[in-house]
């Protein structure tokens, strides 16, 4: 029993030891480190230097215990290794620990930060003292991470005592939607949340939420809302609101657009302030719509031989304004082929070899999916009929022949004589000056004799 009780006990501190040093489950996160280089201050270009850097992630403060156990890779200074505290567990996200051995990785970006007054008006009341609190004197850094497969964007800011590597997570800002797609007209969530550290003296302190819209370098304020004075700011902006119940209660601040438009394609930056600091995280929105297609002239006309016809495709209502559009043929027996790639198809029977006609499609490839609209073309005038067109040409025979030696046989058998009846037959239904019985002598003749 000793021996088993021994072994237990070393059991259970391998096991506290394993999971408090890989902080139940957070990952190592690799990181690079930018910020200004020295010396170099003003001007439109600052350069700019980056170091590797690793973080180490507890959602639990550290002990002499966990510090121990971690064994930092030697290529990377001491000086840009963390040993980061996220209570909220942003970091510890699937997202941003990918299997062992993978090539795909999270990015990473670590810079310094100067807490500072907001100037927005929105956000100005949250820092109506002028004066500096004691608590900003520190280091303080910000962290933007990107996570595998447009699952994860965050932002969050830190704060660690002066000349400490043990910095612990104040704000978080994150959206687990990087990249929303759309159908126009259809409601749109951007997802947005944010965390504040409860035994942080800037909890409770008030707070401001923005959304911005961004698109090739012009932007419009969406919406704003001063969450200290509970009011919102007035912008251009229909459609768009938040949950402010979900906002406070679970810090949600995610923009709802109630009727997605072609212009809100672009990027929208969530915001939130605190007093001196603040983080943002973007999200992508498209808004994917597959054209609908038209081609023109409808119905197409009849195409003689040796006649060119000129036929359009356009497409309408749809986004991105970004497609390809071709021509397919499918003749007769099925067989399709390519007529190149264009809005407008000039058809000549006789260089596209059209043959009796077919089908002519316009393909439309586009990144809402690809789209078709058919049209049947028929050429008319082609020397040689189809076996189509012989066998029901025979058929028409056969019964226009039939028809005579009904009515032949019909007028034969009345109570007339055999010679008035032939007069009668002759007269009415083979007279040489009726054309129709001229047509009826060829047809009984050919028939006559391979019968």
């Known amino acids: ?80 290794i963390y040993y980061m505290t996220d209570p909220a567990g942003t970091f510890c996200s699937a997202a941003l620990n990918p299997p062992k051995g993978s090539v795909n990785k999270p990015k990473c970006e670590i810079n310094p930060f100067m807490p500072h007054a907001s100037m927005v008006r929105w956000a100005s009341a949250l820092t109506d003292s002028a004066q500096s609190p004691v608590y900003l004197q520190a280091d303080w850094f910000s962290v933007a991470a990107q996570g595998l497969d447009e699952q994860l964007t965050l932002s969050n800011i830190m ?17 687990k939607t990087p990249v929303v797609r759309s159908r126009l007209g259809e409601p749109v969530l951007l997802d947005c949340g ?47 609101d938040i949950n402010i119940t979900g906002l406070y209660e679970k810090g949600n601040a995610s923009l709802i657009l109630e009727e997605s438009q072609v212009r809100h394609s672009g990027t929208y930056i969530c915001t939130v302030y605190l007093p001196h600091l603040l983080a943002q995280v973007a999200v992508d929105l498209e808004i994917v719509e597959p054209p609908s297609l038209s081609i023109y002239p409808s119905p197409l006309p009849l195409l003689v031989p040796g006649q060119a016809l000129v036929v359009q495709c356009e497409a309408s209502g749809f986004a991105p304004h970004t497609l390809d559009l071709s021509w397919e043929f499918s003749d007769a027996d099925g067989t399709s082929r390519s007529l190149g790639q264009s809005s407008r198809l000039e058809l000549d029977s006789g260089k596209l070899g059209l043959g009796r006609g077919g089908e002519v499609t316009c393909v439309a490839k586009h990144d809402g999916g690809t789209r078709r609209a058919a ?68 047809i009984h003749a050919v028939f006559s004799s391979h019968v």
Not at 228 to 240: H, I, L, P, Q, V
Not at 380 to 403: F, K, R
């Open 1 to 80: 029993m000793p021996e088993i009780s021994t072994i237990y006990k070393i059991s259970v501190i391998a096991f506290t030891l394993f999971f408090g040093a890989s902080g139940s489950g957070c990952p190592v996160l690799e990181c690079w480190f930018v910020q200004e280089k020295p010396g170099h201050g003003g001007g439109f270009s600052v350069p700019m230097s980056q170091e590797k850097s690793l973080m180490f992630i507890r959602t639990e403060a550290y002990s002499e215990e966990s510090l121990s156990a971690l064994h930092p890779p030697a290529d990377i200074s001491p000086s840009r």
């Open 159 to 175: 704060r660690a005592p002066s000349a400490s590597k043990e910095p612990q997570v104040i704000l978080s800002v994150s959206s």
């Open 194 to 240: 944010f965390w504040v550290d409860a035994s942080s003296p800037v909890h409770g302190s008030g707070f401001s939420v923005e959304w911005r819209y961004q698109f090739r370098g012009e932007g419009r304020l969406v919406l704003a809302y001063d969450g200290k004075n509970d009011r919102f700011a007035e912008t251009s902006e229909t459609g768009a």
């Open 375 to 442: 049209a049947t073309l028929s050429v008319i005038g082609v020397s040689a009929p189809s076996i189509e067109d012989s066998m029901a040409m025979v058929a028409v025979a056969l019964v226009l022949y039939g028809l005579i030696k009904f009515l032949s046989w019909t007028l034969s058998s009345s109570d007339s004589s055999e010679t008035e009846s032939k007069d009668k037959v002759n007269n009415v239904y083979f007279c040489p000056t009726s054309k129709f019985s001229k047509v009826l002598n060829v």
